[in-house]
């Protein structure tokens, strides 16, 4: 029988959103669950099982679905396991599309969340018919999805494109990975949290900032407070686009895209901080790149994107 | 009529060095001209075709080769064009390709020097067999070619590849492409030199490069000082190893290869330049890379390796 839909799940830090998605690229009905609740995955998969199970009978049942695709951070596509993921509650290597199989019974296939987002992008976004580009998602971490010649990158052992985790600004911030200085604690939506955090410390301006919690100001707090002309919080945007923009200089060393795709939360702050990634990237390029890659926002709904494209890698299962 | 040879010519910084090669790999002759000391274009392929010349009557005529393949510093396997090369003495757009294919009335093809050299590595050297690794050569430059899935990656515009110019120490030394910190100030054998003399300006101990005028001191005289026991001589090494694998951990973060070959010069340091690459490579990668990805020299005799691989590129010519 012909099975007409697929699942895609998008596991971040934070949240995993998933969905029912049609051959047609439709998300047909989707919920979520917390994943940092979870200190156990059986917890969390039961959890996952008992909302998604819902959305399946509301779909007809397990015999409509062909297959379940999930975006997790540190998500091998070779080998089914979420491996060492720094930003997930569960340590060393769990056999995640295993356990989802067994549990659902529905066959499980599994990559990076950035991957499954980039997938989704050169399907239905804004990389339609391109062959070479960088998704960078902005999330709770900095994520990346590479596509060279049209095909996403795994490398040898299915972890390539870890760009969140080069190192941005040597002996910098530590990170949740062990290492100090790495994108993420710059450019990820708790790395502008961080960065807002330092300034106000470090500063005597006044800032409508200080009327928040300093440990409680998050990057939506920044963005209102630049919208409303904080200098400090202007300070914040174009300190972590010129971080982000001198390592996407780098990156466009390495594979020469057409262009460069961010997605997720910051990238709601629009050109207060695609303005000084433009422009620190092109001042960080050979002159053969100047003002050649674009850099775009995604223009996929953030929750439907990587869902989308980790969908996409069920249709593929045999 | 079938063509038994082909052509494969290394143009360097420095020198040009070119060979008649047969199919199974073997360079029958080979010959060499100077780069850096011809200023015009035409001259230097007047040069190169005098020299050339002599080879191909020795291999039979021109009727017996089949192609010339070329490595050139950013040289663009699309156009044929030399692009901007910031170490060669031509500037903006050479239709070298071109010029050559007319002066020598036989198909040229054309692509980097250091994607030359990992497709002569794939072909009979370290990189047998391997789908994914990353060619890194260390000559006056540092040049890079980068392998995924078994096929060289040129990137949108066919310039993929630069690692060179991926910045290592922000706001660092200035580089001949014009930006700011770029590897190859550290990493080369030039880098090697200007480390050199920095560290003997700023410091007073002795040192046997004292001995030397310090504005001739080459990454070869670093060597031998260091092999003497030497303490600058050897923390150069320790300094210019440590860099680089800094580096290396950011480019094992992009591609996630299963090694790392090392061309070219200064890997005649062996062990004193290799164990701090390693050391601080894998000090600098996720865990799940640590340990993991092999580090190793090339295979191949320095100027065979280029000369094989971009021989390599014409046979394909139709």
Redesign the interface.
Known sequence: MNKPYVIGIDMGGTNTVFGVVDARGNVLSKSAVKTATHSDINLYIDDLYNELIKLIDEAGGKDKIKGIGVGAP?GNYYTGRI??A?NLPWKGQIPFAELMSAKFGIPTVLTNDANAAAIGEMTYGAARGM??FIMITLGTGVGSG?V??G?L???????????G???A??NGRKCG???SGCLETYASATGVARTAREILELRKESSLLRNLPTDDITSKDVYDAAIDGDAIALEIFEYTGKILG?SL???V??????AIVLFGGLTKSGDLILKPIIEHMNS?V????RD?VKVMFSELKEADAAILGASALAWELK
């Open positions: 540190n491996e060492f720094p062959k070479h590479i060279i010649d095909k990158v795994y490398g040898h052992d299915g972890f390539a494109g870890e760009l985790h080069t190192t600004i040597r990975c062990g290492k001198e200089a780098d990156f060393a390495f594979s020469a895209p057409e960080n050979l002159p053969l790149w050649k």
